[in-house]
């Protein structure tokens, strides 16, 4: 009886989960690694140990190291705990500086990631041993793959909180690190500090036929955005959304709609929220604050597509 509910369960299993339950596995792979990832961020010796079998990412003053993989692509260097270890005596340090490596995450192959800067050193002597090049992360975001953007924007987003972080708005006292990086703590107070990031709204709005784009002042010549700002302390998403707009460009808006998120490393490890909104036509009119943008307009379908086809030459034209 049993073997026959079996077989009569085996077509419905194999419908939700393929012939070879690789759903199941993939489930199961992605839990093994957040579990590991976790037991690393608790146990010092563990993750000590991880190092020594893991990936380090290198960086400089929070800039990544990459490699060229072709003439418009870049990748981050993984390199071993041994490679960094002889790059770092090749440059005249003792290898010390291994133990300030922070956790950033777990591969497919569950090795390990890590991160470590390396500021006090020269950066033309590391690269050339690496093979590689230091490349500031605006630049790099935009040329990396897909997979590797975040998590190179991690890394630089720990360093960088690591850096600002080092005491205790509390006492004033020195903050002290595990391991991992996941968290810093006073010995005086015993507060203990987790890393931060900043709740960013961003929105397209659209009245039906078109949509709103603004720039800054700072932005390159010719580059409009979807209207963003950082969320007010107590706010919700949707208040904050409103309250931006209306500020930017005197406009009420409705019916908001959640599209994603994404950490952003800009300017210090924002967390972007992005949202759909639209406004009535009748009521679409700007009032734009100039000491918020330096413009703001109204953009067609139309000029959306041929400024993403082609670029600075339509902008010209």
Not at 68 to 84: G, H, N, W
Not at 133 to 154: H, I, Y
Not at 220 to 239: N, V
């Amino acid at each position: 009886m049993i073997q026959s509910s079996m077989s009569a369960l085996r077509p419905l299993r194999t419908l939700l989960f393929g012939e070879h339950y690789s759903l199941t596995r993939f489930c199961s792979g992605f839990v093994s690694r957040m579990r590991y990832i976790n037991r690393l961020k608790e146990n010092d010796a563990a993750c000590l140990s991880a190092l020594q079998n893991g990936h380090i990412f290198l960086f400089h003053r929070l800039i990544p190291l990459l490699q060229c993989s072709d003439p418009e692509t870049f990748r981050p260097i993984a390199l071993t705990y041994s490679e960094v270890q002889s790059v770092l005596h090749k440059c005249g340090s003792d290898g010390s500086l291994l133990k300030e490596s922070i956790l950033i995450g777990c591969s497919e192959q569950n090795h390990a990631q890590f991160c470590l800067d390396v500021g006090e050193l020269d950066p033309a002597a590391i690269a050339q041993n690496c093979k590689g090049t230091f490349m500031d992360l605006r630049k790099a975001f935009f040329l990396l793959e897909g997979a590797e953007a975040p998590l190179v924007a991690k890394a630089q987003a720990l360093l960088q909180w690591h850096q600002i972080n080092r005491f205790c708005g509390a006492t004033g006292q020195l903050t002290q690190r595990n391991q991992a990086g996941s968290q810093r703590a006073c010995s005086s107070s015993s507060i203990v500090y987790y890393p931060k990031m900043s709740p960013v709204v961003i929105v397209l709005v659209s009245d039906g036929k078109r949509c709103l784009l603004g720039r800054q002042s700072s932005f390159p010549r010719g580059l409009y955005s979807a209207l963003a700002g950082f969320c007010d302390m107590g706010e919700t998403l949707e208040e904050a959304l409103r309250r931006e707009v209306a500020e930017e460009v005197g406009l009420e808006v409705q019916n908001i709609i959640y599209s994603s998120s994404q950490h952003w490393p800009f300017p210090h490890s924002s967390f972007m929220l992005a949202c759909h909104a639209t406004v009535s036509p009748a009521h679409s009119q700007l009032n734009v604050d100039h000491l918020e943008l330096e413009d703001a307009r109204w953009f067609t379908e139309e000029e959306i597509t041929c400024a993403l086809q082609t670029g600075a030459a339509c902008r010209a034209s």
